[in-house]
């Protein structure tokens, strides 16, 4: 397979220079590199710019609600485990609105990948600061700064109990390919928190202000949880690369009648009568 394959003809109508576009490239390298076939895919997202990336990966999509997008992405992975669920946010929909099922879907351990689109301001909307806005964010719900401190989405996804933990960055396609087919790879959760800038929404955070933080982790030790938290706290710099991961089981694993797709289960023998009596 090939990153062509998995094209659908949809034009984006992102903003020129939008990290979207290289997210959706690398996303559908990454595809034709595991080579999962298509219809064994499904793409989950919420709402906001980065939320319309099912419309261009000719997988399964599903776009649903601001904010719900994990809960829906469980749904599917628990009624059919033969799927690969990839979860595709924004920083407002993954950690403000949808922050409450993030966190509850890293301690559970969801076997899906969670891509996060993180340009610390909500861009579909016009403007507003996010969770992931620095103190001080000037925007249009912010007019004199934002005054609340912004969430940290590594150390937050390790001590939440996610098992894979990653960052990757717009500018680096290949190492962004490389996060996801080992996302995808891993059984469990795995978050990629993906910086990239909103070139039209947030100045503050411009191509050059990340290019001056960013490095690639070197020598640690990605099974040492502390020294991962101790990473996902630096201030200065941005770290990229894989910070977390560990083996457990995943949600349901230990449950027999969700281990498989629920449409191949025989219920042949299983007595529907009296439920249907009841709502009746
Ligand atoms: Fe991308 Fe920002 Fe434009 Fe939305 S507003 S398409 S996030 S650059
Ligand atoms: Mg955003």
């Not at 403000?96 to 909307?125: E, P």
């Not at 996801?180 to 800038?197: E, K, T, Y």
Request: glycine share 10%; with cysteine.
């Amino acid at each position: 397979m090939e990153q062509k394959d998995l094209d659908t003809g949809e034009k984006p109508t992102w903003c020129a220079g939008c990290g979207n576009f290289v997210l959706t490239a690398a996303l559908k390298q990454a595809l034709a590199e595991l080579d999962v076939a298509p219809e064994k895919v499904a793409i989950v997202s919420g709402i906001g710019c980065g939320s319309k990336l099912p419309h261009f990966v000719r997988t399964y999509g599903f776009e649903g609600l601001h904010g719900r997008t994990l809960p829906v992405a469980t749904g599917i992975k628990l009624a059919n485990k033969e799927l690969t669920v990839i979860a595709v946010s924004g920083d407002g929909d993954a950690y403000g609105i949808g922050g409450n099922h993030f966190v509850h879907a890293c301690r559970k351990n969801v076997d899906m990948t969670y891509i996060v689109q993180n340009n610390s301001v909500y861009g579909l909307t016009k403007g507003q600061y996010s969770p992931t806005s620095p103190k001080g964010f000037v925007s249009s719900t912010s007019p004199s700064g934002s005054i609340e401190q912004p969430v940290n989405p590594m150390s937050w996804a390790i001590t939440a109990g996610a098992t894979y933990v990653a960052r990757g960055w717009f500018m680096d396609l290949d190492q962004l390919k490389r996060l996801i087919i080992d996302a995808i790879s891993h059984h469990g959760f795995s978050l990629i928190d993906v910086l990239m800038p909103c070139l039209t929404y947030n100045r503050a955070y411009s191509v050059q202000w990340y290019k001056e933080r960013i490095y690639k982790l070197y020598g640690h030790n990605a099974s040492d949880r502390a020294a991962a938290v101790e990473k996902a706290m630096e201030q200065d710099k941005l770290p990229t690369g894989l910070f977390y991961q560990e083996k457990r089981e995943a949600y349901g694993d230990e449950i027999p009648s969700v281990r498989g797709p629920l449409y191949k289960q025989d219920i042949s023998n299983i007595d529907v009568a009296p439920a249907m009596k009841k709502m009746q």
